[in-house]
């Protein structure tokens, strides 16, 4: 069993790589999923003005998403399109074998 986690920064990209990749595999190979994970968010406050005005702030917000899911069944093929298709931009592509 294959489990492979998408990460990225842009939701629309996750949904798109899940739409190719699951078009793709959905009729030669089992799969659980996909199951998606609270996304993350980190906020951060900048001072733009340090020595003066203490009021002066930008506040930055970064959203990070999570889906993985299972794959039961795999062959060579499935492993070399994994591999091929692990280098795509936006997107962190991780991959555990169970």
Request: glycine share 2%.
């Given at each position: 069993?294959?489990?492979?986690?998408?990460e990225?920064?842009f939701?629309?990209?996750?949904?798109?790589?899940?739409?190719?990749?699951?078009?793709?595999?959905?009729?030669?190979?089992?799969?659980?999923?996909?199951?998606?994970?609270?996304?993350?968010?980190?906020?951060?406050?900048?001072?733009?003005?340090?020595?003066?005005?203490?009021?002066?702030?930008?506040?930055?917000?970064?959203?990070?998403?999570?889906?993985?899911?299972?794959?039961?069944?795999?062959?060579?093929k499935?492993?070399?399109?994994?591999?091929?298709?692990?280098?795509?931009?936006?997107?962190?592509?991780?991959?555990?074998?169970?």
């Amino acid at each position: 069993m294959i489990k492979v986690i998408i990460e990225s920064f842009f939701f629309f990209k996750i949904k798109s790589f899940i739409f190719f990749f699951f078009k793709n595999i959905k009729k030669k190979y089992l799969f659980i999923g996909p199951f998606f994970l609270p996304k993350k968010i980190e906020k951060f406050t900048l001072l733009v003005s340090p020595h003066v005005d203490k009021n002066a702030r930008d506040q930055l917000q970064l959203n990070f998403y999570k889906i993985f899911f299972y794959i039961k069944s795999f062959d060579k093929k499935l492993i070399n399109f994994i591999f091929k298709n692990k280098n795509i931009e936006g997107i962190s592509l991780k991959y555990f074998f169970i």
